[in-house]
């Protein structure tokens, strides 16, 4: 267990909905990236937040925004929901960047 | 795109054997990283090998980079069922912030 935890575990919406998705970073870790892994693919960077302030984007588009929130809580919200979003959503908490990240366990969306 | 590109796609050995899997990637790098992926769940951190570092151990693991080549490589040596897994490798450029995943490579530990 990384202590990094990701709420929910499942989520299923349609096309056109918003969802936010939710990251608890472990204890004393300032940086958090998200990561968009489709099935059979390796993770693809969204995303990083430092100190509350984003940090760098991955190639996604606007409509994929995130919050880092002074506990070091993160959120990624995803508007105008698109089919090829289905995917397994991971976040990971660090010190600083480009070091050992910590992965939670993953929010897995379904977009029908 | 992706930069790390891992290879073999897929491996299956016996358990005891060794596994060795191969990661390529494309620009200059501040380190490179192996992680490990269970069933679709989140990724385990396994080790870390700065552009300085020729080759690291920990465990059964040793990881190898080639700078010249652009190139690690992940042993796995005496394989058990439980190392049955994703493996991956990413990478942290330099002059950038993202870390790059390659597509993985799925091992098949059979006991």
């Known amino acids: 267990e990384t202590g990094v935890t990701q709420s929910p575990t499942h989520l299923i919406k349609t096309r056109g909905q918003q969802v936010t998705l939710r990251c608890s970073s472990q204890?004393?870790?300032?940086?958090v990236s998200w990561y968009q892994q489709a099935l059979g693919q390796g993770p693809q960077f969204i995303f990083q937040?430092?100190?509350?302030?984003?940090?760098g984007r991955g190639n996604f588009p606007p409509r994929f925004s995130g919050l880092q929130f002074p506990n070091y809580s993160s959120e990624l919200n995803v508007n105008a929901l698109e089919l090829d979003d289905s995917a397994l959503y991971l976040c990971?908490?660090?010190?600083?960047?480009?070091?050992?990240?910590?992965f939670g366990p993953g929010t897995r969306l379904l977009v029908l | 795109s992706q930069q790390g590109e891992e290879d073999p796609q897929a491996l299956s050995i016996q358990e005891g054997e060794n596994a060795t899997m191969n990661c390529s990637y494309k620009?200059?790098?501040?380190?490179l990283q192996w992680y490990r992926q269970n069933s679709g769940r989140g990724l385990v951190h396994l080790i870390l090998?700065?552009?300085?570092?020729r080759e690291k151990h920990s465990g059964r693991l040793r990881v190898t980079l080639d700078t010249s080549k652009k190139s690690s490589s992940l042993l796995i040596t005496a394989s058990r069922a439980a190392d049955t897994a994703s493996y991956f490798c990413?990478?942290?450029?330099?002059?950038?912030?993202?870390?790059?995943f390659g597509a993985g490579t799925r091992l098949f530990v059979k006991a």
């Open positions: 990971a908490s660090g010190e600083g960047f480009q070091e050992t990240q910590y």
């Open positions: 204890s004393g870790h300032n940086t």
């Open positions: 937040y430092y100190r509350e302030e984003e940090n």
């Open positions: 620009t200059s790098i501040n380190n």
């Open positions: 090998i700065r552009s300085n570092e």
């Open positions: 990413a990478t942290d450029n330099t002059g950038g912030f993202k870390t790059i």
